[in-house]
């Protein structure tokens, strides 16, 4: 069965510093990689996706992320954190195939940062 | 597009009563999926449709649990007698299947007194 295992339930880090959330995946082949986050009170907004080809994808309000498919990673990375990335980040994966696509999520990492 | 928009925002129910949460899924997606999210379990698909039909509701914890589809731009999730443990945020998110990502809504927060 597949799973996400997201290994940092909380992390800190100072406004200005770089970020990098961590995300392992245990699958039968390469799936569909997404990261989300959660702001306090919101639903799960679509940070980037990994469908194939360049393995380093860019995102929206400035993350990017990297598929290593030797070490079953998609690691989550901002070079400079803003107060306002606080959240909660979710990593998750989709199968391949199928009419329908069902997302498996991580458990989550929770992103304080400090003034 | 206004998303995936959910009803009510937030619920306060006595035990026993029955609660239905609404969804209205964004246009065009054929896939809709319902999730409960608690500090203790995190995010926990209960169901998912697919062109309005069910396709696993392996996730729905009991009886008490039942949710329908009856057009494409319309779910419920419905819990009847609610109880104190079913307190939790429902988020509701809608795809196209010939394309994985799921959009989420803004959630029902659930408190069962």
């Known amino acids: 069965a597949q799973s996400v295992t997201q290994p940092d339930i909380h992390i800190t880090v100072s406004e200005g510093a770089s970020l990098e959330l961590r995300c392992n995946y245990s699958?039968?082949?390469?799936?569909?990689l997404f990261w989300y986050v959660q702001s306090p009170g919101q639903g799960l907004q679509l940070l980037l996706k990994?469908?194939?080809?360049?393995?380093l994808v860019q995102g929206i309000k400035g993350f990017e992320a990297e598929f290593k498919r030797s070490q079953s990673s998609f690691n989550l990375r901002k070079p400079s954190v803003h107060w306002s990335d606080a959240a909660e980040y979710f990593c998750?994966?989709?199968?391949?195939?199928?009419?329908?696509?069902?997302?498996?999520f991580g458990s989550g990492t929770q992103l304080t940062v400090l003034p | 597009d206004a998303g995936v928009i959910q009803s009510p925002r937030h619920e306060v129910t006595e035990m026993g009563q029955e609660v239905t949460l609404r969804c209205k899924p964004i246009?065009?997606?054929?896939?809709l999926f319902w999730y409960r999210q608690t500090m203790m379990r995190g995010l926990e698909l209960l169901i998912y449709?697919?062109?309005?039909?069910?396709?696993?509701d392996s996730g729905m914890p009991e009886d008490r649990f039942s949710a329908k589809m009856p057009n494409a731009s319309f779910s419920t999730l419905k819990i009847q007698p609610s109880e104190p443990r079913d307190s939790a945020v429902y988020f509701c998110?809608?795809?196209?299947?010939?394309?994985?990502?799921?959009?989420f809504g803004q959630g029902t927060r659930l408190t069962v007194v």
């Open positions: 998110a809608s795809s196209n299947s010939e394309r994985p990502e799921a959009f």
């Open positions: 998750a994966v989709a199968p391949l195939s199928g009419s329908a696509r069902q997302l498996t």
């Open positions: 449709f697919n062109n309005n039909v069910p396709i696993d």
């Open positions: 699958y039968g082949a390469t799936p569909y």
């Open positions: 990994y469908f194939s080809g360049d393995t």
């Open positions: 246009s065009g997606h054929n896939s």
